[in-house]
């Protein structure tokens, strides 16, 4: 019940393309659904966040769609550039402060140029 | 402004052995958190930090133990090292109980440890 679940596990985009990842999470009580982002050697970065109270939130480049009843939440990124190559992580959390970030399995992004 | 710091960056050790890792909070943060990250996976959480107490521990045995000090940095211990506990130890810190909103976590670059 404290899983989350992401895929694809690896995905190839060529530049300019739009990348979709999926997270889907079975705990109801999960309230906040950050997205980061994480380069070779690196720790992982803050991309995005969403609550369930909106369907969608926009930061540039980067779209979260939440679908609250089928209890899935996605990153789209447009316009998608060598430079967004990296490792991305959905997550989830209940909005106590403190609480703990379940995190997916990760998704391998690569863009072609 | 500093964000979250770690030291070592790498660290080698076998198996047996006892190991310490140290966290710095970014600046006005007040809570720690410790993940495992194995190579290839998602970080798995440890253990949380607040006013010098765990306040929350994930499935993860009492070798693994920590520490918060009054300036807020943290250590994470590990005693009888095994092989599996060769992983990615990301420190993230945080705003505490009264800052409002959802607890945002920010990552350090981790410590490298190798169990040989």
């Known amino acids: 019940q404290q899983q989350v679940k992401q895929s694809p596990q690896s995905l190839i985009v060529q530049k300019g393309g739009i990348s979709i990842i999926n997270c889907a999470y079975e705990?109801?009580?999960?309230?906040?659904f950050p997205w980061y982002q994480q380069f070779p050697g690196k720790g992982p970065a803050l991309l995005i966040a969403i609550r369930p109270d909106v369907s969608e939130k926009k930061e540039g480049r980067f779209t979260i769609s939440f679908n609250k009843s089928a209890k899935q939440f996605s990153l789209h990124i447009m316009d998608s550039q060598p430079g967004d190559s990296a490792t991305y992580f959905c997550a989830a959390s209940k909005e106590e402060y403190g609480n703990k970030l379940v995190f997916g399995a990760g998704t391998i992004l690569r863009v072609k140029s | 402004d500093a964000g979250v710091t770690q030291s070592p960056t790498h660290l080698i050790k076998t198996r047996g052995q006892q190991v310490t890792l140290r966290c710095s909070p970014k600046s006005g943060h007040d809570t720690v958190s410790w993940y495992q990250q194995a190579l290839g996976q998602g970080p798995q959480f440890i253990f949380q930090?607040?006013?010098?107490?765990?306040?929350q521990r994930g499935n993860f045995p009492d070798r693994f133990s920590g520490h918060q000090f009054p300036n807020y940095s943290s250590e994470l211990n590990v005693n009888a090292l095994l092989l599996g506990d060769s992983a990615l130890y990301l420190c993230?810190?945080?705003?505490?109980?009264?800052?409002?909103?959802?607890?945002?976590?920010?990552f350090g670059p981790g410590t490298r440890l190798t169990v040989l």
């Open positions: 930090y607040y006013e010098e107490e765990e306040r």
């Open positions: 705990n109801t009580a999960f309230d906040y």
């Open positions: 993230a810190s945080s705003l505490g109980p009264y800052a409002g909103g959802p607890d945002t976590q920010y």
